[in-house]
C-alpha cells in the first residue's frame, strides 16, 4: 500500500511539474487601448489541441476571477478580445484553457501596460540568469541595467505609478517615454511601491555594504530614518506611513549619498 501511495505521489508530481512548465508557454499580453477600453491578446503553441479557452479578469491578481469573454475558435494560433473597461483599465487578466487530453491550466494574471513588452516571452533559463541584463533608458541616458527580477519591479512601479510607457526595442533593451516630457519621475530600482501596495527595499549587496536611509513626507519634514540596512530585501511596515501620497526618500552609502528620490503610497493601503 505504501509503494502505491508513493508511486501516485510521484505522478502527482511530476505531473505538476509538467503542467507549470506548460502553462508557461502560452503568450498573454494586456494593453491599454483608451481610458476604457483594454485590449487582451494570446498566442496559442498548442494548436488544435487547445480545446476550451475563457478569458478571465479580477479585481485581484489570484482571486474572484470570472469570465468575460469565450473565443469560438480557441484553437486559433493568435487571436485578441477588446474589453470595456468602464474607466477602471487596472483590472487583472489570464486565460484559463483546456487541453484535448483534459489537462487545464491558467495563465500569469496581468494587468494592461502601454507599449510593448518582449521581456515577458524570456525563457524561463533566461530570466532566472542574474548575469542577463535589461537595459532601460530614455533618448538621452541609461537609467537602469537591471536584472531580469529586478526589471520586473521597476516596470511594475511605472506601470502603477507614473503614465510613462515602457518599449521593447529588443528583450534586453528597453525604451522609457515620458508621459509629460518636462516634467518626469524615474521610480528607484532600489525604494519602490510594489502591487500589493507595500514599500519595499531591494539593495542586493546590503549585508556587505553600510546603508541607512531618510524617509519624508511631501512637505519635506522627516517620517524616519533606518540607520542600518542589513538585509537584501526588506518590506516596510504600513503603519509608518500615516497617509498616503508621495514620500521622498535619501539613501546613503556610509556617508555618501547613493540616491535621492520618491515613492507613492496609494490610497488602499
Same mark, same amino acid.
Given at each position: 500500500m505504501k509503494r502505491i501511495r508513493l508511486l501516485l505521489l510521484l505522478f502527482f508530481l511530476s505531473s505538476v511539474t509538467a503542467n507549470t512548465a506548460l502553462c508557461q508557454k502560452l503568450f498573454l499580453h494586456v494593453s491599454?487601448? !483608451?481610458d476604457t477600453k483594454v485590449k487582451? %491578446?494570446?498566442r496559442n503553441p498548442y494548436g488544435d489541441s487547445i480545446v476550451q479557452l475563457n478569458v478571465q479578469k479580477s479585481w485581484d491578481s489570484v482571486r474572484n476571477f470570472r469570465t468575460v469573454f469565450v473565443p469560438l475558435s480557441p484553437e486559433l494560433p493568435q487571436n485578441g478580445y477588446v474589453e470595456e473597461s468602464y474607466g477602471f483599465p487596472g483590472m487583472f487578466y489570464r486565460i484559463f484553457y483546456v487541453l484535448s487530453d483534459g489537462t487545464f491550466f491558467f495563465s500569469q494574471a496581468k494587468r494592461a501596460t502601454t507599449g510593448s513588452d518582449l521581456t515577458d516571452e524570456l525563457s524561463e533559463a533566461h530570466k532566472?540568469?542574474?548575469n542577463f541584463v535589461v537595459t532601460v533608458h530614455d533618448e538621452d541616458s541609461v537609467i537602469a541595467e537591471l536584472t531580469y527580477a529586478g526589471y520586473k519591479r521597476f516596470k511594475d512601479s511605472i506601470v502603477n505609478y507614473t503614465k510613462d510607457t515602457l518599449y521593447s526595442l529588443t528583450d534586453a533593451d528597453v525604451l522609457i517615454h515620458y508621459y509629460n516630457i518636462n516634467i518626469h519621475w524615474v521610480p528607484s530600482t532600489h525604494i519602490f511601491t510594489n502591487t500589493d501596495g507595500y514599500v519595499e527595499i531591494f539593495l542586493a549587496d546590503a549585508p556587505d555594504k553600510n546603508y541607512r536611509l531618510r524617509i519624508?513626507? %511631501?512637505g519635506h519634514k522627516p517620517v524616519f530614518n533606518i540607520q542600518h540596512i542589513g538585509e537584501a530585501q526588506l518590506l516596510l511596515d504600513k503603519t509608518n506611513f500615516v497617509h498616503s501620497g508621495w514620500f521622498y526618500f535619501e539613501l546613503f552609502e !556610509?556617508?555618501?549619498?547613493? %540616491?535621492?528620490?520618491k515613492f507613492y503610497v496609494p490610497k488602499d493601503f
Amino acid at each position: 500500500m505504501k509503494r502505491i501511495r508513493l508511486l501516485l505521489l510521484l505522478f502527482f508530481l511530476s505531473s505538476v511539474t509538467a503542467n507549470t512548465a506548460l502553462c508557461q508557454k502560452l503568450f498573454l499580453h494586456v494593453s491599454k487601448l !483608451s481610458d476604457t477600453k483594454v485590449k487582451v %491578446e494570446w498566442r496559442n503553441p498548442y494548436g488544435d489541441s487547445i480545446v476550451q479557452l475563457n478569458v478571465q479578469k479580477s479585481w485581484d491578481s489570484v482571486r474572484n476571477f470570472r469570465t468575460v469573454f469565450v473565443p469560438l475558435s480557441p484553437e486559433l494560433p493568435q487571436n485578441g478580445y477588446v474589453e470595456e473597461s468602464y474607466g477602471f483599465p487596472g483590472m487583472f487578466y489570464r486565460i484559463f484553457y483546456v487541453l484535448s487530453d483534459g489537462t487545464f491550466f491558467f495563465s500569469q494574471a496581468k494587468r494592461a501596460t502601454t507599449g510593448s513588452d518582449l521581456t515577458d516571452e524570456l525563457s524561463e533559463a533566461h530570466k532566472a540568469d542574474t548575469n542577463f541584463v535589461v537595459t532601460v533608458h530614455d533618448e538621452d541616458s541609461v537609467i537602469a541595467e537591471l536584472t531580469y527580477a529586478g526589471y520586473k519591479r521597476f516596470k511594475d512601479s511605472i506601470v502603477n505609478y507614473t503614465k510613462d510607457t515602457l518599449y521593447s526595442l529588443t528583450d534586453a533593451d528597453v525604451l522609457i517615454h515620458y508621459y509629460n516630457i518636462n516634467i518626469h519621475w524615474v521610480p528607484s530600482t532600489h525604494i519602490f511601491t510594489n502591487t500589493d501596495g507595500y514599500v519595499e527595499i531591494f539593495l542586493a549587496d546590503a549585508p556587505d555594504k553600510n546603508y541607512r536611509l531618510r524617509i519624508f513626507d %511631501e512637505g519635506h519634514k522627516p517620517v524616519f530614518n533606518i540607520q542600518h540596512i542589513g538585509e537584501a530585501q526588506l518590506l516596510l511596515d504600513k503603519t509608518n506611513f500615516v497617509h498616503s501620497g508621495w514620500f521622498y526618500f535619501e539613501l546613503f552609502e !556610509s556617508d555618501k549619498l547613493r %540616491e535621492r528620490n520618491k515613492f507613492y503610497v496609494p490610497k488602499d493601503f
